[in-house]
Structure formats: structure tokens, C-alpha cells
């Protein structure tokens, strides 16, 4: 995780192996994954320690966050449109900083893969049926290793392998280590300043 | 040059394109990038962290809206840590000669709000803005979208984003809306009908006659909560209601340049012939006043109808339908008129303005709020409730027993001090009714258009608002 956190170098991501968690549930907005209460303050530092804060209260520890045989999991396997809702980054900064690399799901919201790609967490696309075995899979024996190869867009685990999907430009991203955008957008140089000049509501009417 | 008729979001993409990036990204110039207190901070250090400067200053912009309190807006705020952030943010704009819209300067207020107001959002423009309702100021005919913090920290940096470029739907609402019918009942319908995913990697292209017929603030709604339909971009055609709305601005330009601006803006928007990548209708009569009745705005449905039953869900929907039903305790089958509310919340980035202010008066001018019904107005920004307030509107609202507030987010996410306590169910003009988003773990918010806001807010329960108007 030092990699990911330490931001700007140029990492490339190819596989990420880890244990599994599930969390089941369709349309999983950020402001559960972590209340706008949270975010009154000015790092990241703490998001970790609110991850799904109201839903495993609710829960009240029966949540798959507070699942022992879950602890460590690096690996999240979610359903449909996760993430959806609020821009705020602070969802994928609360699921990396608590420990998680990569998300298997059926569907990411957009603003939500984009901020992932951001911090170079891996959204993996899987079709219905299979997140299900995969769901089920890692519920049955959760301590096995699951493992995601991004070029070949696979998610391996007992239930064998399952041959996923990440949009292309991500892919090449987080292959070639361009994840951080930054860098990669400075490069354009005066190439920036010249496109400015022709935008007459930027250059002045 | 080529004659290829083209839409909007072709001509506005290609106009900003820097260049394209390994991977099929495009690195996207963006001409506006608006800043506020929430998204921000961990930005400006990562910058600093970089030695990195603002490259465009000038084309960046600040307010403070998310944390501020709405009952007393003297410094230093009640709570330390909304106080800390409007501080981290006066010091980042300081130190990166970026123009801040505080209280002090008249022109404070939810960032989408003052865009359009202060004439900030263009036709053609590109805006970026690290929160999801970014899609709002498409109403102008611009490419906005909301982004990360990360993706702040590029655009301070670079203002620049690596983009891929979406796909474009238009959405064309034909025919007129009936009396009562908002663009908030238009944008819920689209959603119930495309589901709240549906519009993940398009933008929406919002055309046909009911929306043509709106004004500029009501297609700001109607942008608004494109990305609550999974879309991260909606825009509406410029035409000569933008140029009018624009006339005259704080950022407009005037006289010959102002001429010239209008010419370019006219000729921004799709061309007749243009293609799209789908393109779906809706019929806008048969669009009700429309109240969402689960957790997330894609449950919504006509006031005329019956809160869902799990039985009668699609396969698909069914575990869906049944968390909703559990945790919003409302009866399956039962018509959702008349459900109780507590609270009734009139604001937000999605109604706000002052042409939703007037249509809640309108309702609350007939009547007292309901005893035990705690009833809020947030005026979106400094410049609406001063309107509001020449207009007579806020002797309206506290007339009939509603508080009116200072400008901010206030209730839609409960940033500041104003919550929801335990269960309550709120009647909210907003645009998010998932599970604790109105700052209790347990609380229950039904969306509407801020007329019905009003009208629940009087009966005590949800009504149809055309009975009252």
C-alpha cells in the first residue's frame, strides 16, 4: 500500500493478490461509505476509521467490515453501481487507508473509478452471475487468495478464473504507471497555454 | 473545417482537446475550475507537497458552501472544524491568488448557484468542479463535470484533465408539463425511466419542446441531477434565453464583445442533423408531480401512485425494493399522498434559486406550517435571498411559520449544524435521499420540487401540490 499512498512516482500496477471480502447490496452510495461528517477535516488521514461507519453500527457487528474472518482482506467484491452519488474522493481514500487494493464488482459509478484510478486502485468488471459465484466462493472460504491480473483482466480464485473487464484507458494507466494524472498532464507543456489562447472566453472576447 | 454536422459536446470536446493520451484518454483543457472548502484542502497540499503553482488563477474560482452555518455566518464559526476549513481555504486562494466569494464579498453561495449568477458559466465553456453537481452548469450548454480531489490537484496543477470521452444520449421531453410539474418531477421521471446507472459513460443531451420552454433555472435542475441518473454530464442546447440570462453578468463581457460572445455561443449548440449515440423520449404530460419514496432517487414515483410493493419489483430490483421499504418503514401498496413528514427542507444546488423560492411562496402564502413540522428556506446563494427578500418572499415564508436562513448546502447533506434528528422523514427540495444523507444515521428524506416541499410543509404530510395552487 506504501506505493499507492505515496502518490506521484510512477508505479505501474499489474497484479494485486489478497484475501477476499464481500459486501452484497446494489447502488452503494458514497455517503455511506463515508458520512459528509467525516469529511470535516483537512487530509485523508483519518478516512479509515469511518469506512461504512453508520451501516456497521446499524449492523451492529454483523457488518462484513467487522467480520473476523474478513480482517485483512485487500480485495473488495461489491455489487452494481458501487459508489455511486458524491464526487468525494474520500470513499476510495476511507476503503484504501482501511486497507483495500482493488474492488470486483458488477458495476462502478464513474466519478467513484475515476477517483480509484486516481490513488491506482484497481475497479474490476465482472457479470452478474459471476460475482455471485464469486461472492459465494469467498463467503465459503474466505481465507483463500484471490488474485487480479489487469492486463489480462482476470480475477482468480477457487471458483477458477473469470475473465473480467477494465475500461481500456484505466487499463493503460495503471499498466504503464500513468495512474497519478499529474505528471503525465505537465508533460503537455506550453501545448496547454496554446489551447488556452484560442478559447476567446478564456483569452477575453 | 468540416460541415459534418456535429452536437454540442463534439464541438466543445474538440475545442479543448489538448491532446490525446496513450490509452485512448483525451487530456481536456478546462476553461473554469471552481473550488470549494470540502474537496479542496487535500489538494492544495498535494500541490504544495509537488512545489507546484496554480497555473491558471484566474480561471479558478472559490466559495464557501458546504460547512457554513446558516443561522449565523459571523466568524469564527460555532464549530472548530467548519471554522478550520473556510480558514485552510482563505489561506489556499490567498497564497494562490485566487479569487474567493466569502460572505464578506456579497457573492457567496453553493458554487452552482453562483456560476450562472455571477456569469462564470459559458456556453462552450468547460467547467470542472470536485463535487458530483458539477453537471449543473451544463444547463449554459457547457461541459461540466464533477471530479475528485485528485483530479482538483490536476487541474490547479495543470488545468487539465485525462478524460475518456463518454458517449452522448439526447433526451428529449416532448410536448408541455401540466401546472405544477417542475424540471425536478422532469429530471425524476428520466432517471425512474433510465435508472439511476443508466447514464454511466453519457452525457445527456436534454432537448424537446418542455425543455426549450424552460427557463434557465429550470434546466439548471434539470442538469443538476444528471448524475444522480449515472450521467456525469447533461447539457441543454444554448439559445437565446441563455444569451439573455448572461446579459449583463459580473464575468459577461458588454457591448461589441458581449455581440461577439453571443455569436459564438449560437453557434455552439447541435447542429441540426448532429448524431447521437442513442437517443431516448419522453412523453412531458404524462409527467405527475413526482416524490421519491426509498433510498436513492431512482425509487421516485407520480403523488398519484402507490409506494411499491416488492412483489410487483422486477427480479433485478427486488432486494433493492425491500431494503428501501425496511429502512424508509413506509406501508407496500399504500398511496404515498399523505405520508407524514416532520421536517421540509427548501434549498440546495438543485432548487435553491430564486424561481423555486417564488413557487414555495406561492404554496406557503395559502396557508401555516403544519405544528410539529420543523420548515426551513436556504436561499442558494447571497445574491438569491437578497432578491428573495426585495421580492417580500421571506416575510412570505416566516408569515407562514418557515425559518429562513442564511445561503449554503445546509440540510441536502447536513455538513453543518443543520440535521435530521433519528427517524424524522423530511420533505426535501434536494437531490439525495440515500440512507443517512441528511446528517442522522436513521433519518428519511422524500425528494421533491420545492412547491410540494411547501405544500407538505403546510399539510403535514405529502399532498399533491396542484390541490393547493
Known sequence: MAGRMAGRKRVEIEHIEGRGCVIRGDDIDTDRIIPARFMKVVTFDDMGLHLFEDARKAAKGKHPLDDESFAGAEILVVGRNFGCGSSREHAPQALMRFGFLAFVGESFAEIFAGNCTSLGLVCVALDEAEIEELRGSIELDPSQNIAIDVAAQTVTSRAGVMQGSIPDGTRGQLLEGRWDATAVLLEAGEAIERRADQLSYVRGY | ?469
Not at chain 2, 441536502?412 to 434528528?421: E, G, H, Q, S, W
Request: contains cysteine.
Open chain 2, 1 to 469: 473545417m468540416s460541415d459534418q454536422p456535429k452536437n454540442l459536446f463534439d464541438k466543445v470536446w474538440e475545442a479543448h482537446r489538448v491532446r490525446e493520451l496513450p490509452g485512448g484518454q483525451t487530456q481536456l483543457f478546462i476553461g473554469t475550475h471552481l473550488v470549494h472548502e470540502v474537496t479542496s484542502p487535500q489538494a492544495f497540499a498535494m500541490l504544495r507537497e509537488l512545489g507546484l503553482p496554480v497555473r491558471f488563477p484566474k480561471r479558478t474560482f472559490a466559495t464557501v458552501d458546504h460547512i457554513i452555518p446558516t443561522d449565523s455566518q459571523v466568524r469564527p464559526f460555532g464549530d472548530p472544524l467548519a471554522e478550520q476549513m473556510l480558514s485552510e481555504l482563505e489561506r489556499n486562494c490567498r497564497e494562490g491568488e485566487i479569487t474567493l466569494f466569502d460572505p464578506a464579498s456579497g457573492h457567496q453561495g453553493i458554487v452552482h448557484v453562483i456560476g450562472p449568477e455571477l456569469g462564470l458559466t459559458l456556453p462552450g465553456s468547460t467547467i470542472a468542479c470536485g463535487d458530483s453537481h458539477t453537471a449543473t452548469h451544463g444547463a449554459f450548454g457547457a461541459i461540466a463535470i464533477g471530479i475528485g480531489t485528485s483530479q482538483v490537484r490536476d487541474v490547479l496543477a495543470s488545468q487539465c484533465l485525462a478524460l475518456a470521452r463518454p458517449k452522448v444520449r439526447r433526451i428529449e421531453v416532448s410536448g408541455a408539463l401540466q401546472p405544477g410539474v417542475y424540471a425536478k418531477d422532469v429530471i425524476l421521471a428520466i432517471i425512474r425511466k433510465l435508472g439511476v446507472n443508466g447514464g454511466v459513460g453519457y452525457a445527456y443531451e436534454y432537448a424537446g419542446e418542455a425543455v426549450e420552454a424552460m427557463d434557465m433555472e429550470e434546466r439548471l435542475t434539470l442538469c443538476n441531477m444528471s448524475i444522480e441518473g449515472g450521467a456525469r454530464c447533461g447539457y441543454v442546447n444554448p439559445d437565446e434565453k441563455t444569451i439573455d440570462y448572461l446579459r449583463g453578468r459580473k464575468f459577461v463581457p458588454t457591448g461589441e464583445a458581449f455581440e461577439r460572445a453571443a455569436s459564438e455561443w449560437r453557434g455552439v449548440a447541435s447542429d441540426r442533423g448532429a448524431e447521437y449515440d442513442d437517443v431516448v423520449t419522453l412523453d412531458a404530460i404524462k409527467i405527475e408531480p413526482t416524490i421519491t419514496w426509498g433510498i436513492h432517487p431512482g425509487h421516485n414515483i407520480g403523488v398519484g401512485e402507490r409506494i411499491p410493493t416488492p412483489a410487483g419489483a422486477s427480479d433485478e430490483e427486488r432486494a433493492g425494493v425491500e431494503e428501501a421499504l425496511e429502512y424508509m418503514d413506509l406501508d407496500p401498496g399504500a398511496p404515498i399522498a399523505g405520508t407524514p413528514v416532520d421536517v421540509a427542507f427548501i434549498g440546495s444546488c438543485t432548487n435553491g434559486r430564486i424561481s423555486d423560492l417564488r413557487e414555495a411562496a406561492r404554496v406557503a402564502k395559502t396557508g401555516k406550517v403544519r405544528d410539529g413540522v420543523r420548515a426551513i428556506v436556504v436561499p442558494g446563494s447571497q445574491a438569491v435571498a437578497r432578491q428573495a427578500e426585495e421580492e417580500g418572499l421571506d416575510a412570505v415564508f416566516r408569515a407562514a411559520g418557515f425559518e429562513w436562513r442564511e445561503p449554503g448546502c445546509s440540510m441536502c447533506l447536513a455538513m453543518n449544524p443543520d440535521k435530521l434528528i433519528g427517524r424524522e422523514i423530511c420533505a426535501s427540495s434536494s437531490n439525495r435521499n440515500f440512507k443517512g444523507r441528511q446528517g442522522s444515521p436513521t433519518g428519511r428524506t422524500l425528494l421533491m420540487s420545492p412547491a410540494m416541499v411547501a405544500a407538505a410543509a403546510l399539510a403535514g404530510r405529502v399532498v399533491d401540490v396542484r390541490e393547493v395552487i
